[in-house]
T-cell receptor, first 113, second 114 residues
């Protein structure tokens, strides 16, 4: 089983739609969680961190369910510019104090005009 | 501020040749990560360093791959000899290393082995 699993999509949605992605992780000792965005032929960039209480940044809402070991990303009022691959990232500390970032394979989103 | 800098951006080489990828992390960042990205396998963590010391190289696919970090501002990933299946985008990332912060990525090196 992969440490971090995501539905690869693609999700094709019309502009203005609401779309949600889920991600599951296998290591219950995971300590922090992120959503990264990756545009075609570009490097991944942080979209938002995911906090235990859930957090919102404009049209984006992230939630964490530790009991079920999944995180989610909700995008409201989708824009054409939201078209990208969304990567779920799980972070676990090790005995050296270093945090190891494990990425899911990503979910492709295409917002259609 | 300069981000993570990788070179070269593109590399085309013949099978059997040695390839060296370079990375300069963000100044002040203590952790450095090498990833490989392919369509089939996504982003795979190859190796990571903390304070220039390799912590976990379990993701390095074979002995043909090696990585070094001689100082806090430079790291290399070497493939010798290269094979066509090594073709991928190789990303370097760095983070502060304390407190589970975000990782910042370089623009990547697109490697093609023919």
């Amino acid at each position: 089983r992969k440490e971090v699993e995501q539905d690869p999509g693609p999700f094709n949605v019309p502009e203005g739609a609401t779309v949600a992605f889920n991600c599951t992780y296998s290591n219950s000792a995971s300590q922090s969680f992120f959503w990264y965005r990756q545009d075609c032929r570009k490097e991944p960039k942080l979209l938002m961190s995911v906090y235990s209480s859930g957090n919102e940044d404009g049209r984006f809402t992230a939630q964490l369910n530790r009991a079920s070991q999944y995180i989610s990303l909700l995008i409201r009022d989708s824009k054409l510019s939201d078209s990208a691959t969304y990567l779920c990232v799980v972070n676990k500390g090790d005995t050296s104090g270093t945090y190891k970032y494990i990425f899911g394979t990503g979910t492709r989103l295409k917002v259609l005009a | 501020d300069a981000g993570v800098i990788q070179s070269p951006r593109h590399e085309v080489t013949e099978m059997g040749q040695e390839v060296t990828l370079r990375c300069k992390p963000i100044s002040g960042h203590n952790s450095l990560f090498w990833y490989r990205q392919t369509m089939m396998r996504g982003l795979e963590l190859l190796i990571y360093f903390n304070n220039n010391v390799p912590i976990d190289d379990s993701g390095m696919p074979e002995d043909r791959f090696s990585a070094k970090m001689p100082n806090a501002s430079f790291s290399t990933l070497k493939i010798q000899p290269s094979e066509p299946r090594d073709s991928a985008v190789y990303f370097c990332a760095s983070s502060i290393g304390q407190g589970a912060p975000e990782a910042f990525f370089g623009q990547g090196t697109r490697l093609t082995v023919v």
